[in-house]
């Protein structure tokens, strides 16, 4: 059993989610040990939620959860990458498929270069 | 000009960069905002190194530098892409194409997966 390196982060460690399919990456969020261990048990993306100081099952909310397809741990075991099937299509909570939505021009401008999957107001209005 | 969120990271952000060819995740680094500036305005990436203390010049040792192709920014702004035609094909010190070269199995245990580009004491050695 592989024992990341969560002392450098303070607890927390970066996770890289990249779609198995298309390659594209979608979102960076942090882990824990406790969330590590529930992903590893539940084939299901969980991170740590800065914000909330909270376990994060990605898509509890939206539906849109993260299955795992496969984990990489970097050389210094302080990042990991998860190739995953984003159910929904969009792994954004603004409704793009991927948090990296905006491309830095030549000027340090940024451009949105992608369309919305879905509309947030819908998908996580109560 | 857009400007980045370093507070959140007390200054420093994460860079993942990705080789814009393969699509091929190859590591993950950090930058402040003089790293920032001087990848902007260089056309090569420019990190912090946590460890050194001092921004990092990828390739300036090895010669592996990492051309920037396309730079994308996220929904919070707290975490860039680099997009990046990485030269002598290896981002990782340790030899391999990508930092990412050990996969988690079903048990937590690690394998590496991919082989080395090139032999890490032949390229430092002084």
Redo the contacts between chains.
């Keep these: 059993?592989?024992e990341l390196d969560f002392k450098?982060g303070g607890g927390l460690l970066?996770a890289?989610v990249?779609d198995h399919a298309?390659?594209?990456?979608l979102?960076?969020a942090y882990i824990n040990q406790a969330s590590w261990d529930k992903t590893?048990e539940s084939g299901e993306a969980h991170y740590w939620s800065?914000s909330r100081k909270e376990i994060w099952h990605k898509g509890g909310t939206s539906g849109h959860v993260q299955k795992i397809r496969?984990?990489?741990?970097?050389?210094?075991k302080d990042?990991?990458?998860f190739r995953v099937e984003q159910v929904g299509g969009a792994a954004?909570?603004?409704g793009?498929e991927?948090?990296?939505?905006?491309?830095?021009g030549a000027?340090?401008?940024?451009t949105i270069?992608d369309e919305k999957v879905f509309d947030p107001e819908r998908v996580y209005k109560k």
């Design positions: 059993m592989i450098k970066p890289v990249q298309s390659g594209k990456v979102m960076v590893l800065r496969e984990i990489f741990v970097d050389c210094d990042t990991v990458l954004c909570h603004t793009y991927s948090c990296f939505y905006r491309k830095i000027d340090g401008g940024a270069v």
